[in-house]
């Protein structure tokens, strides 16, 4: 019984139904969140080739292999050899 009354198209009182409505499209909202006060930020338009097929990257699957040797920054070079 309960299915019944609840299902999608069921009957019921007409005079609690609202009237179809249009949307108004003078009264949309904005499509993109303003921040007011806030300097917009450039995204970069060089991006490069990774390597990697666009799913691998997307699913977390595979990164891109850089082998990169690490380089202390300047403050760290008096500590950076190794101890003797």
């Given amino acids: 019984m309960l299915h019944q009354l609840t299902q ?5 009182d007409r005079s609690l139904l609202v009237d179809f409505q249009p949307l108004d499209p003078s009264n949309r909202p904005a499509p993109f969140k303003g921040y007011v006060g806030l300097e917009a930020t450039p995204l970069p338009t060089e991006l490069g080739e ?17 082998p990169r040797r690490w380089t202390p920054p300047r403050s760290l070079a008096c500590c950076s050899s190794p101890p003797a």
């Fill in 8 to 12: 999608h198209g069921s009957p019921t």
């Fill in 50 to 66: 990774s390597g990697v097929r666009a799913a691998d990257a997307l699913s977390g699957r595979r990164r891109p292999v850089t």
